[in-house]
């Protein structure tokens, strides 16, 4: 498709500077003659020295622009917030750290495409994991019109054809393959390597990014208003900067660490190991709050609804008007869950140690559990008990009779 430079294509690349995107890059434009306008969508992974880096990096590979767009806001907002209503772990263990931030990242590059005026999106997938489906089902839901071009996927390059692709080129950066793949943002770390392509092997301490700093305990206490987290030990400050001090803190005691097994969306079982110390926090905290706050049956209903919220993201499904029903009603219990949780953090550990709260439903006046109660007499105790044993009771007369 090579075409004259005055009526070049215009095409938008998700751009992270590794040896995928950089292929596409070089490809893209020198070898079918799109006008390549490189973006990369920041949800937390990115400093800004690394930033530079990227758009450096990009420039020298010929792209005509490129931008990066901050959405660690919108990342929480549209997102994480509502893994924290719903304390979505997926399979009771992971926080969905990376997958979540996906959607997002998505979600503004198809916003960019037509801010630019692009007719394709281009993305370094392979054909091989999760990330091409959550890619490609936004575009193609957000913006149908737009073609979706995979070079890797496509051509099912290995890794060292693309190095050799560009040593021809003239790009001669250094492809060294780090042992451990990282991936950051602000709902956790992923960490890949030989081991977590096993199922027998665990992952060694200096794969963690966040090596262990601090060995006394140290006692800190969150302050969550209607499900959010709004102050650190007394502090008030947003969410979002909240997330990231409690982050600083805990990564000190290497807590957070685990490698998650599931099923991934093309149907095959995934091992990714993982380092998130403020998630795992503040869903746990968030939880015992919920416990003290909520009732029994919407304690019920937001884990059903929490699961499948979590599954339908993972699995690239964002866009699913049930997500926004789910949304709402997750957002609808948080009214009361508003108190202090009281934590401490110990090396590679924490422990829940209680909550403070105005709507603390574990109200002695009502009586204690166990312990003497205010509310009600002996016989009213037996009358309740009495009749609510009578389904079993005629269950199990009427069975007797006919066994």
């Not at 394709?120 to 936004?138: E, L, P």
């Not at 998130?276 to 209903?301: D, G, N, Y």
Request: proline share 2%.
């Amino acid at each position: 498709m090579k075409t004259d430079n005055n009526k070049k294509k215009k095409l938008v690349l998700a751009y992270s500077g590794g040896l995928d995107t950089s292929y596409c890059a070089v490809h893209l434009s020198q070898d079918l003659g799109y006008e390549v306008h490189a973006v990369s969508v920041n949800t937390g992974g990115f400093s800004k020295e690394e930033i530079r880096e990227i758009e450096k990096r990009a420039l020298e590979l010929g792209v005509h622009s490129y931008r990066s767009i901050d959405a660690v806001q919108t990342f929480y907002e549209k997102v994480v917030r509502y893994l924290i209503f719903g304390n979505v772990l997926r399979n009771n263990t992971y926080p969905l750290s990376v997958s979540a931030e996906r959607i997002v990242q998505a979600l503004e590059i198809v916003h960019y495409a037509r801010e630019v005026g692009a007719t394709a999106i281009a993305h370094g997938s392979t054909g091989a994991g999760n990330d091409q489906v959550r890619f490609d089902m936004i575009f193609q839901i957000e913006a149908p019109e737009i073609e979706i071009i995979t070079p890797i996927r496509d051509q099912q390059l290995s890794r060292e054809e693309e190095i050799a692709y560009l040593k021809n080129k003239g790009v001669q950066y250094s492809w060294e393959k780090a042992q451990y793949s990282v991936n950051k943002g602000l709902w956790g770390t992923s960490v890949g390597g030989a081991e977590t392509l096993t199922s027998e092997k665990g992952l060694p301490d200096e794969a963690f990014p966040s090596p262990l700093e601090k060995e006394n305990s140290l006692d800190i206490i969150l302050t969550f208003t209607k499900g959010e987290l709004t102050a650190l030990d007394g502090k008030e400050d947003d969410p979002v900067n909240n997330i990231r001090k409690l982050e600083e803190v805990a990564s000190a005691y290497a807590i957070g660490r685990d490698i998650h097994v599931g099923d991934t969306i093309i149907g095959i079982k995934g091992r990714v190991g993982f380092e998130a110390a403020a998630p795992l926090i503040i869903l746990k905290a968030h939880h015992l709050l919920e416990k003290h706050t909520l009732s029994k049956w919407q304690q019920f209903q937001k884990e059903q609804l929490g699961n499948f919220y979590g599954m339908l993201l993972h699995e690239g499904n964002y866009l699913d008007e049930v997500m926004r029903n789910i949304e709402a009603f997750l957002a609808d219990t948080q009214r009361n869950v508003s108190g202090e949780v009281f934590i401490t953090l110990h090396p590679y550990r924490f422990t829940l140690n209680g909550i403070r709260s105005q709507h603390d439903l574990m109200s002695a006046k009502f009586g204690s559990y166990g312990e003497m109660n205010r509310a009600w007499t002996a016989e009213d105790a037996k009358g309740f008990i009495k009749i609510l044993s009578n389904p079993g009771k005629i269950a199990n007369q009427i069975n007797k009779v006919h066994d």
